[in-house]
T-cell receptor
Framework: NAGVTQTPKFRILKIGQSMTLQCAQD?????MYWYRQDPGMGLKLIYY???????DKGEVPNGYNVSRSTTEDFPLRLELAAPSQTSVYFC???????????????FGAGTRLSVL | TQLLEQSPQFLSIQEGENLTVYCNSS?????LQWYRQEPGEGPVLLVT?????EVKKLKRLTFQFGDARKDSSLHITAAQPGDTGLYLC???????????FGAGTQVVVTP
């Protein structure tokens, strides 16, 4: 009953450090997404993937990289952390196919990142 | 640029009252979703609407998609403290499920 699992839950980075935010789903979903949520700004799409080996940029990809070597995992990499990357990061997944009432997107609990 | 404008930003009401949250855009969406998010958790999907003029009901929640598929509303009847949360609308214009999110409406229902 895991769904979408994100690790770590919290992290503090120094400027210039790097880290990888992990995301794993056990629902065999092809589509996966990374969002960031800033206070009062809603969620913004960073990167998405429609299957293993296929990734594409979202609305705010600068400063991030992703890979999708397996269906289950979709890690997000920050190479040179900057204060502007302080945010809450959410990973989501959903089954392949068009958006419909039955094609539900599931979110993880988030990773809270502070860059100081 | 925020494509989806939600109003109001904050709403505080007493238990038993009704409330309506609005989601407006100048863009046409192929689908629109409403989520509720509680502190420290990810958003949870409430409903997906795909047809202009569509109305969906989920117990005390009524969702409406505008005829032109540019706007939507969420109406809660007889609100309860358990309805407290951040309500987010999200619109998509493609089949990959890339959604634009509104900034959210924080709803607080006090007993």
């Amino acid at each position: 009953n895991a769904g979408v699992t994100q690790t770590p839950k919290f992290r503090i980075l120094k400027i210039g450090q790097s880290m990888t935010l992990q995301c794993a789903q056990d629902m065999n979903h092809n589509y996966m997404y990374w969002y960031r949520q800033d206070p009062g700004m809603g969620l913004k799409l960073i990167y998405y993937s429609v299957g293993a080996g296929i990734t594409d940029k979202g609305e705010v990809p600068n400063g991030y990289n992703v890979s999708r070597s397996t269906t289950e995992d979709f890690p997000l990499r920050l190479e040179l952390a900057a204060p502007s990357q302080t945010s809450v990061y959410f990973c989501a997944s959903r089954p392949q196919g068009g958006v419909s009432a039955k094609n539900i997107q599931y979110f993880g609990a988030g990773t809270r990142l502070s860059v100081l | 640029t925020q494509l989806l404008e939600q109003s109001p930003q904050f709403l505080s009401i007493q238990e038993g009252e009704n409330l309506t949250v609005y989601c407006n855009s100048s863009s046409v969406f192929s689908s629109l979703q409403w989520y509720r998010q509680e502190p420290g958790e990810g958003p949870v999907l409430l409903v997906t609407v795909v047809t202009g003029g569509e109305v969906k009901k989920l117990k005390r929640l009524t969702f409406q998609f505008g005829d032109a598929r540019k706007d939507s509303s969420l109406h809660i009847t007889a609100a309860q403290p358990g309805d407290t949360g951040l309500y987010l609308c999200a619109g998509s214009t493609d089949s990959w499920g890339k959604f634009q999110f509104g900034a959210g409406t924080q709803v607080v229902v006090t007993p």
